[in-house]
């Protein structure tokens, strides 16, 4: 049987966002299928039942080894990979289902949801995690900006964190929170994620709703 990548989301893991949001800054896991992942980003269809979508730049993780209840040496050794990404968020439609006590799966897992830059080999930045940068553009206008050195649990902890509740697998992907900033994005508007840190770059765009 051929399988696909788990695709773990994280939030509430930058404190300034979590406040945004008016929620407390804990992390909190979600799961997206792997229909949402767009490497190399271009045009995402808009989701269905939604009027409402929001930009989140997110440092993404990628697996290379696996495991339960790692340690912090062994979270980290299982990450081979990282890059820039965008979670496109649903907003209305998770709101919707907040107030139902729902899960957030349409809000979050719609196809094209989650564009992916082109990963780079994540053993330069062990244990100089918070030097990583990020960075969203929307037609030119930052709209996000933060270092991963604002997040907790810092990229260690959040994969040992998920090896408690999960059995993580190469290949897994990560996607680890957003600073604050977030906003909505509107079809056509060209959306440009960045790490200088890492020498990447990300471009997307939203179609218009289908009539």
């Known amino acids: 049987m051929n399988r ?23 992390p909190v896991v979600f799961v997206m299928p792997w ?18 979508v929001h930009h989140e730049v997110e440092l993404v993780l990628h697996l290379g080894e696996g495991g339960r209840n790692l340690d912090r040496a062994a979270a980290e050794a299982a990450i081979a990979e990282v890059t820039v990404g ?9 709101a919707r289902a907040r107030e139902k006590g729902h899960p957030w799966a349409r809000a979050k897992g719609f ?3 989650c564009p992916l ?12 995690w918070g030097e990583i940068d990020l960075r969203l553009e929307i037609d030119g206008t930052v709209r996000q900006r933060g270092r991963v050195a604002e997040m907790r649990p810092d990229p ?15 290949g897994d992907v990560v996607f680890t929170g957003t600073p604050a900033g977030v906003g909505p994005v509107r079809p056509g508007e060209r959306l440009v994620a960045s790490s200088r840190a890492l020498g990447v770059r990300l471009e997307c765009s939203l179609l218009p709703p289908a009539p």
């Open 156 to 170: 260690p902890g959040i994969v040992a964190l998920l090896s408690r509740w999960f059995e993580l697998l190469p």
């Open 4 to 26: 696909h990548p788990a695709v773990y989301g994280l939030g509430r893991t930058y404190a300034a966002h979590a406040a945004e949001m008016g929620a407390a800054p804990e």
């Open 111 to 113: 196809p094209g949801a």
């Open 35 to 52: 229909t949402a992942l767009v490497p190399g980003g271009g045009e995402i269809p808009w989701p269905a039942g939604s009027e409402l």
């Open 86 to 94: 965008v979670d496109l968020t649903a907003r209305d439609v998770q």
């Open 117 to 128: 830059g082109p990963p780079v080999p994540a053993g330069p930045f062990r244990g100089r």
